[in-house]
């Protein structure tokens, strides 16, 4: 939701700017190419970063710590 706010806002910038209040000249065009680099930049880093968290310590459990429980199988921990 916090992306979707951010997105819609800076869309809205473009929309309800006015050049002699802020001195800003804002487009809906300009803030879309903007939201647009933002995101991919977003995903493009997102994306490197699993995939080397992947590659070293991996992003999943194993199929027996799955069964077993994350909380006895990861932090040791049981109900009694």
Same mark, same amino acid.
């Given at each position: !939701?916090?992306?979707?706010?951010?997105?819609?806002? @800076?869309l809205?910038?473009?929309?309800? @700017?006015? /050049? =002699?209040?802020?001195?800003?000249?804002?487009?809906? *065009?300009?803030?879309? /190419?903007?939201?647009?680099?933002?995101?991919?930049?977003?995903?493009?880093?997102?994306?490197?970063? *699993?995939?080397?968290?992947? /590659?070293? !310590?991996? *992003?999943?459990?194993?199929? =027996?710590?799955e069964? =077993?429980? *994350?909380?006895?199988?990861?932090?040791?921990?049981?109900?009694?």
């Open positions: !939701m916090h992306g979707i706010g951010g997105i819609i806002g @800076a809205l910038t473009g929309v309800f @700017a006015s /050049k =002699e209040i802020s001195g800003l000249n804002a487009s809906v *065009l300009t803030q879309l /190419k903007g939201v647009a680099v933002t995101v991919i930049y977003g995903f493009a880093a997102s994306f490197v970063i *699993l995939q080397v968290i992947d /590659k070293t !310590m991996g *992003l999943r459990v194993t199929e =027996e710590q069964r =077993e429980g *994350l909380d006895i199988s990861l932090h040791g921990e049981s109900i009694e």
